[in-house]
């Protein structure tokens, strides 16, 4: 019975913890592309913040699918471009002109939303509904599956899944899956948070 009574606290304790608390991300400031600070908020839509990195060769090739997700969900979400600080405005507003990309371009100066959100490569995605919770995080789809290797047809469509089902009133059937990508350096100081 003992043994039972632990079990039972432990899973609570697990389901209880991660998505149920919301990312304190509202005062946190990055800077816009004129280098002005600026906040992100989901108050009046969802919002989904993809962390990027202009030279990551696994964010390049996720453009076109960014494009998709954004041109059939524009309507009911915002989408961030976010870039770790190791990127300059001038190398975000090049990746933004050669990409055509049409999102909200901010840059991670501090390294503050990426701590917040625990993001650790490029391309990840965070999905937060427009209550502020944080509904799904990880990978776009399931495209790749290791560094450097990927599928020719992806099986999975996590994103689009997860905003479909938010759209819907319904939850996200998968909460988390592991992003592949490039890692995002996090200075000493940061990763010890």
């Known amino acids: 019975m003992m043994r039972r009574g632990l079990l039972i606290f432990f899973i609570g304790g697990?389901?209880?913890?991660?998505?149920?608390?919301?990312?304190?991300?509202?005062?946190?400031?990055?800077k816009d592309l004129r280098n002005k600070s600026v906040s992100i908020s989901a108050k009046d839509k969802s919002a989904v913040i993809i962390f990027m990195g202009t030279d990551c060769p696994i964010t390049?090739?996720?453009?076109?699918?960014?494009?998709?997700?954004?041109?059939?969900?524009?309507?009911?979400?915002d989408f961030y471009g976010v870039f770790p600080n190791q990127f300059s405005i001038k190398e975000i507003k090049r990746f933004r002109k050669d990409y055509k990309l049409s999102i909200h371009f901010l840059r991670?100066?501090?390294?503050?939303?990426?701590?917040?959100?625990?993001?650790?490569?490029?391309?990840?995605?965070f999905l937060i509904d427009a209550g502020g919770q944080l509904?799904?995080?990880?990978?776009?789809?399931?495209?790749f599956y290791e560094l450097g290797k990927y599928r020719l047809n992806t099986t999975e469509q996590y994103l689009i899944d997860a905003l479909t089902a938010l759209n819907n009133g319904e939850q996200p059937p998968?909460?988390?899956t592991e992003a592949i990508g490039?890692?995002?350096?996090?200075?000493?100081?940061?990763?010890?948070h």
């Not at 697990?14 to 990055?30: K, V």
């Open 135 to 143: 509904q799904y995080q990880g990978a776009i789809d399931n495209w």
């Open 108 to 125: 991670d100066e501090k390294m503050e939303l990426a701590h917040s959100l625990k993001a650790t490569v490029t391309p990840e995605v």
């Open 182 to 192: 490039c890692f995002i350096q996090m200075s000493h100081e940061m990763k010890h």
């Open 14 to 30: 697990i389901l209880s913890s991660g998505f149920a608390q919301s990312p304190e991300i509202e005062n946190i400031q990055l």
């Open 174 to 176: 998968v909460k988390h």
């Open 60 to 77: 390049q090739k996720y453009v076109s699918r960014i494009k998709e997700i954004v041109g059939k969900f524009s309507s009911t979400t």
